[in-house]
């Protein structure tokens, strides 16, 4: 089931007792993670940068979709902008759900990729009514060609304080963020016409608000306020953090 939306990976709050496993990292790995599984660890296509990884961590190669874990062998597991990559998301969510008790799950949203749409990503992503909704690129009748990639992803998240804000305080604007128990109902590639058509059709006032639902301006600012003490809490850790960085694969196998 789903527990929340979180603002990021950074924004979990896992016990220093829980095994954690990130299931392909890139070039960002969570420190939290004990151990990392990288299909690719020579191929940069579906990542931004080579592959890295921390010196505690541990490293096992293998498939997303087939994971050499044993049921309920991690506390909780992370996966950051993997999902739009693979070949049958639905058995990969299950094999998540399999070797987890929980976990939290990261894609670029609908509205994401039409902003910084990439090669490399065979599928978009909605949550609607609590389900992530999986459809295939391919099977849209879009054309994601206008790559505002260098504005919405390298820099306004950086240069731009309100924007900023309204990543956080619009859960799953251009991201979907889902942190989850035991299991996440998954719907890919649905025939129902009601989740179909966020896909393939002019989205109405109604569906809309399905998707960013109205709240009170109360609601708002609470929102907002907790949003701006989130980025202030973790623009100051970053600051004062004397704790080094990850190191690429190379150097880790020295």
């Known amino acids: 089931m789903k527990i929340r939306n979180p603002y990021s990976k ?9 095994r954690v496993l990130e299931v392909g990292p890139g070039s960002n790995p969570t420190r939290r993670a004990n151990v990392l599984t990288e299909r690719y660890v020579d191929d940069n296509f579906h990542r931004r940068g080579d592959f890295m990884l921390y010196p505690h961590q541990t490293l096992v190669q293998a498939d997303g979709e087939n994971l050499p874990f044993g049921d309920r062998e ?5 996966c950051c902008h993997v999902l739009e990559h693979v070949d049958n998301p639905y058995k990969f969510m299950q094999e998540q759900f399999r070797v987890s ?11 994401g990729e039409f902003l910084a749409p990439k090669a490399s990503h065979r599928w978009v992503m909605l949550e609607i009514d609590n389900k992530m909704v999986i459809y295939e690129k391919s099977k849209m009748p879009y054309k994601f060609d206008a790559d505002y990639g260098d504005l919405f992803l390298n820099y306004l998240p950086y240069q731009s304080v309100p924007f900023r804000l309204l990543m956080f305080s619009r859960v799953n604007m251009t991201t979907v963020r889902i942190e989850w128990k035991d299991s996440l109902e998954i719907l890919v590639n649905p025939e129902d016409e009601y989740y179909s058509s966020f896909f393939t059709k002019k989205w109405t006032p109604e569906m809309v608000r399905k998707v960013f639902p109205e709240t009170s301006f109360g609601v708002e600012f609470r929102n907002f306020f907790k949003a701006f003490c989130h980025m202030l809490a973790d623009k100051f850790s970053r600051a004062v953090s004397m704790k080094k960085g990850p190191v690429n694969f190379a150097d880790y196998k020295k």
Do not use: A, H, M, Q
């Open 74 to 78: 991690f506390d909780y597991v992370i």
């Open 10 to 18: 950074d924004s979990l709050s896992l016990k220093r007792s829980f």
């Open 101 to 111: 008790k929980k976990g939290y799950i990261e894609t670029p949203s609908l509205l």
